[in-house]
């Protein structure tokens, strides 16, 4: 039989009819109903919406404003910066990282830090017991905090549980090990993590807690399970950082509450995880005299300047086919610059070893770093060093032109405040204001090697 597409509206009580009828029995209206267009027509009949209809949804216009949204400042700066300026209540946060990167430090940190002001938290450990998390407590100094503990995977008990205590604040470590009790599969799972990762950011957004989630990551360093995760919550925070360096990088890759990509910087000592208030100073710690391959690039991560080294080293080699190895760069982007300075400059880096690395542990990913890498890999291949006083910053395009970057000024003023006097950019970048340092504009690639370092053979 033929699908029925419209259905008879009473206007006054809402009643629906399958025909028409002068009538209205619920609210004994006449003339009020009339006929509608079913919200779906297409389709297997229990697939579809049907005839059925909603209710109507409150609109309002563009010109309304809001307060802003009120925030909880924990008092651990660098965490302040990456969550936009505090935590937003009922929103739910994502944080990724490597395994013993500092994830459970940092969190059980900041736990205590919201406790300390105020907030209600709660910490569920579904990976260590609550007497190991209590070690890990004490020795940070931090047993006196008053954050609730529990070791439980059971989702339905946790979400009782936080039903009944109504905290502010709850830390899930890990997602991957909860497991909700109507999906049929094993924990870590896929249907077991969106199962629960769903619940658990309802449950936030009805009861208006803010929800931190720890997640695991795979090989190539992104949050294990289905993507939809990172679609279901409001923030997604990855952890960085190098074993062998005891600088942690804590990035934000998205944010509905803030600016997306914004950085915050922390030590590893003996007593945790300690802020960095001046990054810039803190990477550019070990330069003491000029040598070659080593440029300082000025860069902007999110909102904050920052200033970074890049090193290079280039070295005959042994092989038919020389290395191109990068440690915090894409090495797509370093064969491409390569390549452009072959091309437009002449420049051959055949039978040569190719290495490059940011320094400190830190990962750059704005093309604006591309002059300063040109200019430590030309450094190194010609051993003529660049003034240990000039920053270096510019797009390189694959005509060997020098594009302008954003947000020159904030370079350049974070450059000056470290002590820099000259700085190497291309000749179209606009300026607002003096910053009391020396630019010097280049048009190309070309020329800035004619300028830097001569005939290069």
């Not at 969190?107 to 938290?121: C, H, N, P, R, S």
């Not at 894409?330 to 055949?350: K, N, P, Q, W, Y």
């Not at 190719?354 to 750059?364: D, E, F, K, P, S």
């Not at 700085?423 to 280049?442: C, D, N």
């Amino acid at each position: 039989m033929a699908r029925t597409t419209t259905q008879f509206v009473c206007s006054a009580c809402g009643a629906v009819y399958k025909k028409w009828a002068g009538h209205c029995e619920a609210c004994g209206g006449w003339n009020t109903i009339h006929e509608e267009a079913a919200l779906s027509a297409s389709g297997p009949a229990k697939k579809t919406l049907g005839a059925s209809r909603g209710k109507g949804m409150a609109l309002s216009s563009l010109a309304e404003t809001e307060a802003p949204l009120p925030r909880t400042v924990s008092g651990i700066g660098e965490l302040d910066r990456v969550l936009g300026g505090g935590l937003v209540p009922a929103s739910v946060v994502l944080v990724g990282g490597d395994p013993g990167i500092g994830k459970s430090t940092l969190l059980l940190q900041a736990a205590a830090a919201f406790a300390g002001a105020g907030v209600k938290t709660i910490y569920v450990s579904g990976e260590e017991a609550a007497g190991q998390v209590r070690m890990r407590a004490q020795r940070l100094g931090l047993g006196a905090a008053p954050v609730s503990l529990a070791a439980e995977t059971n989702l339905r008990d946790i979400l009782t549980t936080l039903d009944a205590e109504r905290p502010g604040f709850v830390i899930i470590d890990s997602i991957q090990t909860m497991w909700a009790d109507h999906v049929e599969s094993a924990p870590g799972s896929v249907s077991q993590v969106r199962a629960a990762s769903h619940e658990l950011t309802s449950f936030a957004k009805r009861r208006g807690i803010s929800v931190v989630l720890v997640g695991h990551v795979t090989k190539d360093g992104q949050i294990a399970g289905p993507r939809v995760i990172e679609h279901m919550v409001d923030t997604v925070l990855y952890f960085e950082g190098e074993r062998g360096h005891q600088y942690r990088i804590l990035r934000a890759v998205k944010n509905r509450f803030g600016p997306a990509d914004e950085i915050g910087v922390f030590e590893m000592t003996g007593a945790g995880l300690a802020e960095v208030l001046n990054p810039s100073e803190l990477f550019l710690s070990e330069r003491d005299r000029p040598a070659s391959g080593s440029v300082v690039f000025a860069g902007i991560e999110g909102t904050r300047p920052l200033l970074v080294e890049i090193q290079a080293l280039v070295a005959p080699s042994t092989l038919a086919t020389p290395r191109r190895q990068t440690v915090g760069w894409d090495g797509g982007r370093l064969s491409m610059i390569l390549a452009v300075l072959e091309a437009r400059c002449g420049v051959t880096f055949g039978g040569l070893d190719v290495y490059l690395n940011v320094a400190g542990g830190m990962r750059v990913s704005e093309p604006a770093a591309d002059l300063a890498v040109a200019a430590a890999i030309l450094s190194s291949r010609q051993d003529v060093p660049i003034p240990t006083d000039t920053v270096v910053f510019g797009e390189i395009s694959l005509s060997g032109a020098l594009r302008p970057v954003s947000q020159a000024d904030q370079r350049l003023k974070e450059a000056a405040k470290l002590g820099f006097a000259a700085a190497i950019a291309p000749s179209q970048m606009k300026l607002q204001g003096e910053s009391g340092i020396t630019v010097q504009r280049i048009d190309d690639l070309a020329g800035f090697v004619e300028t830097t370092f001569g005939a290069v053979e």
